[in-house]
């Protein structure tokens, strides 16, 4: 290592305690291993404690790092992000080396799937199916699912889809799924409530809003107004949603927008995500 443990005792009392990125680099500069942290500080001084307490190939790792920089970041989430970014760029060597089996979660939706489902997955195929992430723990995917299943009557259940049981399951019954095990949703109907799902993923709430108000509209005008009434009960929980990711912005198009900030030797960026008018990210 080039850096004396002085230097390095410096350099981690002066590293912040948010979450962040990490780069340790070699020799040459180039880029050994990339990771993310909930509190850089603490992570940073695991990689140069006592070497007894690390595994064989961390210490492997630290014997070749000869400087480390990081990217402090406001939430986990956006160190997530920017941890996948920088892995793809690089290809750090140690990455592939001291990878286990843990990867991080997405929403999946097959659509290959007659009556497709929304799944819960650690691993992203090649499949054709879409994928929604990568999100920062198991939590956050369960949270956006809960949302997703009440706002949207999809199925729940892992059973085949024959349109001919008796009785449908309780979800049914609140108004949680449209009920194709029992014929009450073709599979037209049925994939055109999955479309709705993913539109809102992608943000674009106020296509899935017209949509359901189309819908809502010619209930009425067939006299379906417990289907009316359910369908305006929707349309209002999915704004209310919305609302909360709305900003002012000139047209309708696609934005990143990257904020930068410097102080001294210090910088900061921030780059938002907006679709639609809506915040993602």
Sequence with gaps: MTMTAQAIAD???????EPGVYIMRGEGGEVLYVGKASILRNRLRSYFGSPVNLAPKIRNLVGHIADFEYVVTETETEALILENTLIKRYKPQYNARLKDDKTYPYIKIDLAEEFPQVYFTRRVLQDGARYFGPFAS???????????????????????????????C???????CAGPCIGAA???EYRQIIGQVILFMEGKTERVVRDLRQKMAGAADNLH?????????????????GESQKVEAQGEEDRDVVALAMSG?????????????KLLG
């Excluded at 350099?11 to 305690?17: C, D, F, K, Q």
């Excluded at 309780?170 to 949680?176: A, D, G, P, T, V």
């Design 186 to 188: 073709s599979k037209e």
């Design 11 to 17: 350099r981690l009392r002066a590293t912040p305690t």
């Design 265 to 277: 030797a210090e910088a900061w960026v921030e780059v938002f995500f907006v679709r639609h008018c």
């Design 138 to 168: 198991a939590w956050s995917v369960r949270t956006t699912m809960d949302l997703l299943k009440k706002l949207f009557p999809y199925r729940s259940c892992t059973k085949p889809i024959t349109g001919t049981d008796a009785r449908p």
């Design 170 to 176: 309780l979800e049914y019954y609140i108004h949680r």
């Design 225 to 241: 107004f417990e289907r009316a009434a359910l369908l305006r009960d929707q349309v209002r929980a999915i704004e209310r949603v």
